[in-house]
Every structure is written in structure tokens, then in C-alpha cells.
């Protein structure tokens, strides 16, 4: 064997040894990749929960309720959730009945019925919804391991309709510090990453 061939496969097991060792940091900096966030809480016009995603929607009564409770302390005024019809019901429908169950009952959703979407096009539908309604500002609540791609899309989206989007990353459905270690956060994580390598 060569010398520049044992330099070379040394050289490979060190990367290997060095990638291993560190996999959880690298790993937990991927997860925080997907998972962008801004901080602190901003006032808006208007609280927007995507609920039409054809591959994984993923609203929780949680974020029903986080958007509940935006309008409820006055930070927007308005709560509009994109929904589809699942035989013949309305997602809007359950979701309004599900708060009304939780404690809040005078929360009204402005529904924006539409079919299972690719989000993106969601994102278009919505923000032109919005700015029909004459609405300048909105908060977008969103998984958070979707923040950075489907966020920016609905930030660059808006740009075109003179509409300030602020977007905030659920916690729950996705752990960036830990995703590989459960089966769930391996499948987001990869779903999540194939949809962003698709617009790099």
C-alpha cells in the first residue's frame, strides 16, 4: 500500500472519528437550521394558522390556543386559519369547537376554506387573502422545524403586498437540540430538509 493511500484512509478515519464524536453538535445545528426563529413578540393586525399543508398540516390544539391567546391579550384582532373540508366537515369548524371546549369561547376564526394544498401555494392563497382584508401586519404560527423555509416564503410572499410578516415556531411537534433521537423527529427532519434542498 502507498504511502499517499495510507495518509488518505487515515485522513478519512479521522474525519469518520471527528463526525462521530461531534454528531450531536452538528446534529442539534442542523435541527436549529430548520427551526429559525426571531425573537420577541410583536402586535399585529392579524394571527394566520396554515392548516391546509397536503403533506403535513400539523396544528395542535396547542396553537389553536396560542393564537387564541394572542387575541385574547390584544395583540392582534383578527384570527384567520386556512382550512380544508375533511367529509364535508370543516377543519375551522372542529378547530372553533375545540377552543370553545378549552375555555375560549368568544374567539371567532375567520375561516379561508380551501383543498389540501401544497404550502407554498397555501402561503400565496393566504397572504392574498390577507391583503384583500386590507390587513398590513400578521403573525404566521408554524411548526417550528417549517419556520425557515415556509417562513420565508410567507415574508417574501408578503413583501409584494406591503404586508409585515412575523413568524412564530411552534415548539412542540419538533425538538432541534434532540430530533434525532425519536422516530418523529427523524421523519419531520427529513421531510422538512427534502422540501428546503427542493428551493435551494
Known amino acids: ?13 479521522l474525519t469518520c472519528s471527528i463526525a462521530w464524536l461531534g454528531r450531536e453538535a452538528w446534529l442539534s445545528a442542523l435541527g436549529r437550521y430548520l427551526a429559525e426563529t426571531r425573537g420577541g413578540l410583536p402586535v399585529a393586525d392579524v ?30 384582532q383578527h384570527f384567520v386559519m386556512s382550512c380544508a373540508d375533511v367529509y364535508g366537515v ?5 378547530a372553533q ?7 375560549y369561547p ?13 404550502d407554498e401555494m397555501e402561503a400565496a392563497k393566504t397572504i392574498q387573502e390577507l391583503s384583500e382584508r386590507r390587513f398590513k401586519s ?46 418523529e423527529g427523524q421523519k419531520r427532519f427529513a421531510e422538512e430538509f427534502l422540501r428546503l434542498a427542493r428551493l435551494l
Not at 1 to 13: D, T
Not at 90 to 94: A, D, G, Q, V
Not at 113 to 118: D, G, N, Q
Not at 138 to 160: D, E, F, M, Q
Open 1 to 13: 500500500m502507498s504511502r499517499e493511500v495510507k495518509l488518505y484512509l487515515a485522513g478519512l478515519l
Open 138 to 183: 400578521a403573525i404566521v404560527l408554524l411548526p417550528n422545524y417549517k419556520a425557515r423555509r415556509l417562513g420565508g416564503t410567507y415574508r417574501r410572499i408578503a413583501t409584494h403586498f406591503a404586508i409585515e410578516v412575523n413568524v412564530l415556531g411552534q415548539t412542540r411537534e419538533f425538538d432541534p437540540q434532540r430530533w434525532w433521537r425519536s422516530r
Open 90 to 94: 370543516s377543519e375551522c369548524e372542529l
Open 97 to 103: 369547537r375545540s377552543l370553545q371546549d378549552r375555555g
Open 106 to 118: 368568544g374567539t371567532k376564526i375567520d375561516w379561508l376554506r380551501t383543498e389540501r394544498l401544497p
Open 47 to 76: 394571527v394566520v394558522v396554515p392548516a391546509a399543508d397536503d403533506i403535513r398540516a400539523d396544528v395542535s390544539i396547542e396553537t389553536l390556543q396560542e393564537a387564541a391567546g394572542l387575541v385574547r391579550a390584544g395583540r392582534v
